[in-house]
């Protein structure tokens, strides 16, 4: 797959326009400098286009009046992300580089395996990679490994689509390695592996964007955000990426949440129900008690706990 990108990429750009003359187009060093500048590139155009585009069209806003979001979340997230990308571009370009110089199974023609192929191959690079990264996962979370690499993506509890790339550069090429490894295994037609690839990235966003819809069929099998949503709260459920499978078989299925009504957005609904109950409460007491009672206080009212923190007060000003 990247030998077309890279062939693209050298006959417009990089042979006319960049590398001297003497550097040779299969020159392997050239050919690492090369893959570093394409995959950061497309790395930070699939993460920050897509990411930005659930955020503005999918993402619901509210969910970042949770209490649980953190202060300036989505600038941490991006930080975090952006300053990943480019580590973990390294020990991708290796792989990428043997890719280039012939050493994978991909393949260019789709007669060398057939149609049928092409499509059980597509679906069980889905299953294959949706295997390898639920126990990947699973050992992130070791008490002993999962404080150095696994923890800054378990940051966000309630997180933005942002969060999708937002891990330690290990963690991060850890948990897309499955996907490198599959194409040395088996054989992969190389537009079913870019278009795949593709996919993966977006899904990686999609299960982080607090969008909880799937539709009923696919309820019970597919480890959507509903899922993944709960294992950012509730950290040791839901490991899997496409499918609820691997958590099914390990004991680790947790019925999300958000299929209960007690998502994080549901949580959000209710505090602003309670908050504008309690703004509502308020305004009655001063209305009835006229001006007998001067500077009474707010949070004397009958308003319940909830409405006393300082995030419920922000929240029921955000109401009013
Ligand atoms: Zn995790
Ligand atoms: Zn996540």
């Not at 679906?123 to 996962?137: A, K, Q, R």
Request: hydrophobic share 45%; glycine share 4%; net charge neutral.
């Amino acid at each position: 797959m990247m030998d077309i990108v890279l062939h693209v990429a050298d006959t417009y750009l990089f042979t006319p326009y960049i590398y001297p003359a003497e550097w040779a187009e299969d020159w392997w060093p050239r050919q690492l400098l090369s893959l570093f500048f394409l995959v950061n590139i497309s790395g930070y155009a699939l993460y920050l286009i897509f990411a930005t585009l659930s955020y503005i069209f999918i993402y619901d806003k509210a969910l970042l009046r949770h209490p649980r979001i953190l202060e300036n979340q989505i600038a941490k997230e991006l930080w975090v992300a952006c300053t990943s990308i480019p580590i973990m571009s390294i020990p991708t370009n290796l792989i990428f580089l043997a890719e280039v110089r012939g050493y994978s199974k991909l393949y260019d023609n789709v007669d060398e395996y057939g149609w049928g192929y092409l499509a059980f191959s597509a679906v069980f690079f889905l299953f294959f990679t949706d295997m390898c990264i639920y126990w990947i996962h699973r050992w992130l979370h070791h008490p002993l490994i999962y404080k150095y690499v696994h923890k800054p993506h378990h940051r966000w509890l309630v997180p933005t689509p942002f969060a999708s790339h937002a891990f330690h550069p290990v963690d991060g090429f850890l948990q897309s390695s499955p996907y490198h490894m599959f194409i040395f295994l088996f054989p992969l037609h190389k537009m079913a592996y870019m278009g795949l690839f593709v996919f993966v990235n977006f899904w990686t966003i999609s299960i982080h964007d607090g969008s909880y819809g799937v539709p009923d069929v696919f309820k019970p099998l597919v480890n959507g955000a509903a899922h993944h949503t709960d294992h950012h709260l509730f950290f040791n459920y839901n490991y899997g990426q496409f499918f609820t499978l691997w958590d099914r078989i390990g004991g680790s299925f947790r019925h999300p949440s958000s299929f209960e009504g007690t998502s994080p957005l549901d949580e959000v609904h209710q505090l602003d129900k309670k908050a504008a109950a309690a703004a509502a409460a308020v305004t009655t007491a001063v209305t009835t008690a006229g001006d007998k009672q001067p500077a009474a206080s707010p949070s004397a009212s009958a308003a319940g706990g909830e409405a006393t923190s300082p995030s419920a007060r922000a929240r029921s000003k955000k109401v009013d």
